[in-house]
């Protein structure tokens, strides 16, 4: 008996099937059997189903003679299911690598629950990607199992039978089935999820929804959107006949109210010579079937009145929405002209050259280098005044309680960067902030460059989309230094960012901490995560891809890599912070946290402290290797894609051929380096010492208190390698060899 039994019906799809059936058969779960349904469909699907039942027994192919539509084709692979769990997969969506696997785990956990429901993330025609918006339902869920009374955020979720799995029995001893006709997912979703006595929710992208630029059957204009009427009605005649679901009776009867004003009001679902008799419909249903405790406010309520006072509300709805849309553009605009008035007022004040305001990351906050010159200031140039410029309240609300701040574009934040001295930032300051006549701008950048950057992206075109490379330059143009870590660096800015600043060797400020740190440092980052002490403690930090819509590609399978690594090993994963607040953590990196077979690091703030608590570090083109390297800890390069890299985002030099350790470029040759022990031999340190002396050239552990006391006080460091050098010229050729 399989674990899964993978229901496919088709029709008109034969573009998409391919694609559908290896996502199945390709998983690296294995004890599955895929029933197709060919849905008497007229193009090739039967075709291809047969050639893949031909070549893999796990395939059952049902040949139907007439068309009787997605639910009836469903039911008509019910009874050749032998698997624990059924699985309803459309046969234009597609399963994510490792999804199965990651089902199959979680229903071990939780004992067998009736039902699973699992995350999924939308895949768009042009190549975009969107997680489920309400994924952090599934988070909240818990470990263990619920019922939909204890847990009703769970039917806030998208209630269609694509998002879950069902165990086999439960569905037979209470006989459900598929109805005819549209939203057929309706009549079964919502008994399903309200007897069910256990469910349980997997925070994990398991399916990837196609949105079809045409050939939604849904966004199809027709009369048959009506059925939405007769699913409801078989809702209802099932909560009647089961006593235990009548206090579901106001819930369904708002969500039906609800969902048909939706319909209605989609431009593409319903004819609009019909609008009118669906209105009439739904507002018939919804007063014989409203329970005697049922509320009916907000939108709903436009039910208990005509159609003609309904397209009047919706129209006023329109004009206000219109109405505040340009009021709000006005107030903007206005309030704009004032801030910038009152920052001319300020501007005509003299610079204060003990104020000095910072930001990082596009004003996260406390962070990087910005950070390590503040408190290095702070330390030893006290009368120096630091204000650091932040997004939102919500980022305010993080900072320490002993940091001054301002919000960006507030009449304070005009007011103190009209007059401060000094300007700290490790990327642009934004086009709106002038500068004057004698303020400093010191940029520290973001570490060492390996991709291409600044004007070197213009010979990148898919690099640089989203990137304006003059605007970038401009803003630049605004830096008098820019603090550099190596020669190397200091070759790359001036060919990148062809402006008149002046480099200054004085090593990178935050990486002051990783030149001779403490011995228990790391110890606090161990003991929230509960990592052992006597673990070994191995960082794996990715980069993003440039010939990836989205950034985001799993090059190692990482429940594989924290097994390969076995006993006495803890993997910490940290994403690029262009991944954090996308679709990559739902990928399985969240899950693999909930269940302790690896540490999720990307939320923490300071990778410093990351770094002092491993032993090893494991990226593919990261500038952390750079930093790392401060360390002389073990490092190897992942570099299986380097080309595909290369060719779509450029790199200044050879990693594969300059790296910091042992590079491999599969995983079986990942996991080699570790079980041999080679990630750590004589070779390895070799590697090491040559790339830190190259990379880590002006490192020393002073940088910090270099740029306070040389750039900002005005005194000298007596340090033979912090020399300014003067910048390139304006006439720089943009794309000089290095």
């Not at 398991?206 to 059957?217: H, T, V």
């Not at 996991?671 to 880590?696: I, K, M, N, P, V």
Request: net charge negative; aromatic share 10%; hydrophobic share 40%.
């Amino acid at each position: 008996m399989p674990r899964f039994s993978v229901i496919v019906p088709c029709f008109k799809v034969q573009g998409f099937l391919r694609e559908c059936l290896d996502s199945v058969l390709d998983q690296t779960f294995h004890d599955i059997e895929l029933i197709a349904v060919n849905d008497c469909s007229p193009d090739g699907c039967g075709a291809i189903l047969d050639e893949y039942a031909a070549r893999d027994t796990r395939v059952k192919v049902l040949h139907l003679p007439e068309n009787v539509g997605l639910g009836r084709a469903r039911n008509a692979g019910l009874p050749h299911a032998t698997g624990d769990y059924l699985f309803f997969l459309d046969s234009d969506d597609t399963l994510t690598p490792g999804a199965l696997r990651a089902i199959a785990d979680r229903l071990d956990e939780s004992g067998d629950p009736d039902v699973l429901v699992f995350d999924y993330a939308r895949t768009y025609w042009w190549g975009g990607t969107r997680r489920n918006v309400l994924a952090h339902v599934l988070a909240e869920a818990g470990d263990g199992t619920f019922t939909a009374a204890e847990h009703p955020e769970i039917l806030d979720l998208l209630m269609v039978v694509w998002n879950k799995v069902y165990n086999r029995e439960f569905v037979e001893q209470n006989g459900f089935r598929f109805p005819p006709g549209y939203y057929e997912d309706t009549p079964w979703t919502f008994p399903v999820m309200l007897t069910a006595g256990r469910i349980a929710a997997l925070d994990r992208i398991c399916l990837n929804y196609r949105q079809r630029r045409q050939g939604n059957i849904l966004s199809t204009t027709s009369r048959k959107h009506f059925d939405v009427h007769d699913q409801y009605a078989r809702v209802f005649a099932y909560v009647d006949d089961h006593p235990e679901l009548w206090t579901w009776r106001p819930y369904l009867h708002r969500k039906m109210g609800e969902h048909c004003l939706d319909i209605l009001a989609k431009p593409d679902r319903l004819p609009p010579s019909d609008k009118a008799e669906f209105f009439r419909r739904t507002a018939e249903m919804f007063r014989g079937h409203k329970p005697e405790d049922a509320r009916i406010d907000g939108e709903v309520a436009l039910l208990a009145g005509s159609y003609p006072a309904y397209l009047v509300k919706r129209q006023a709805g329109r004009a206000g929405r219109e109405f505040g849309r340009r009021g709000l553009q006005v107030r903007k605009a206005a309030a704009w002209q004032v801030k910038r008035a009152w920052s001319g007022l300020q501007a005509r004040r003299a610079l204060d050259p003990d104020l000095a305001v910072y930001s990082a990351f596009s004003h996260l906050g406390v962070l990087g280098d910005p950070a390590a010159v503040y408190r290095k200031a702070r330390e030893i140039a006290p009368h120096i005044r630091g204000v650091w410029v932040v997004r939102d309240e919500e980022q305010a609300a993080q900072l320490p309680p002993d940091v001054e701040h301002v919000l960006l574009d507030t009449p304070r934040y005009f007011a103190v960067t009209a007059r401060a001295g000094f300007f700290v930032n490790n990327v642009n300051w934004p086009g709106s902030l002038a500068k004057r006549p004698g303020s400093v701008y010191i940029h520290t950048h973001q570490g060492t460059p390996l991709k291409y950057m600044g004007a070197d992206l213009l010979g990148k075109p898919g690099a640089r989309y989203g990137f304006d490379v003059p605007q970038m330059l401009r803003r630049a143009d605004r830096w008098d230094y820019s603090l550099v870590a190596n020669r190397h660096s200091e070759l790359v800015w001036e060919r990148a960012y062809p402006c008149h600043f002046t480099s200054v060797r004085t090593g990178s400020p935050r990486n002051d901490v990783l030149v001779d740190p403490a011995e228990d440092t790391g110890a606090g980052f161990r003991f929230r995560y509960g990592i052992p002490d006597d673990h070994t403690v191995v960082l794996y930090a990715p980069t993003r891809r440039d010939y990836c819509r989205g950034g985001h590609v799993d090059r190692i399978d990482l429940a594989r890599l924290a097994a390969d690594l076995g006993e006495g090993h803890t993997l910490v994963v940290r994403l690029h912070p262009s991944l954090a607040t996308g679709p990559a953590r739902g990928m399985g990196l969240a899950e693999l946290h909930r269940r302790g077979v690896l540490v999720d690091a990307t939320d923490e703030p300071h990778v410093e402290e990351v770094m002092l608590a491993s032993d090893a570090l494991i990226t593919d083109y990261s500038a952390l290797m750079f930093d790392y390297a401060n360390l002389d800890r073990p490092s190897v390069v992942h570099a299986d894609d380097w080309g595909a890299y290369t060719a779509s985002r450029g790199a200044y030099l050879d990693i594969t051929t300059e790296a910091p350790g042992h590079v491999s470029r599969s995983h079986r040759e990942l996991a080699w380096l570790f079980a041999s022990g080679a990630w750590r031999d004589e070779e390895s340190a070799r590697l090491r010492t040559q790339f830190r002396s190259r990379f880590c050239e002006f490192d020393d552990g002073r940088a910090a208190e270099r740029v306070v006391r040389n750039l900002m006080l005005g005194e000298s460091v007596p340090d033979a390698e912090a020399a300014r050098v003067p910048g390139p010229a304006a006439g720089h050729d943009l794309l000089a060899s290095t």
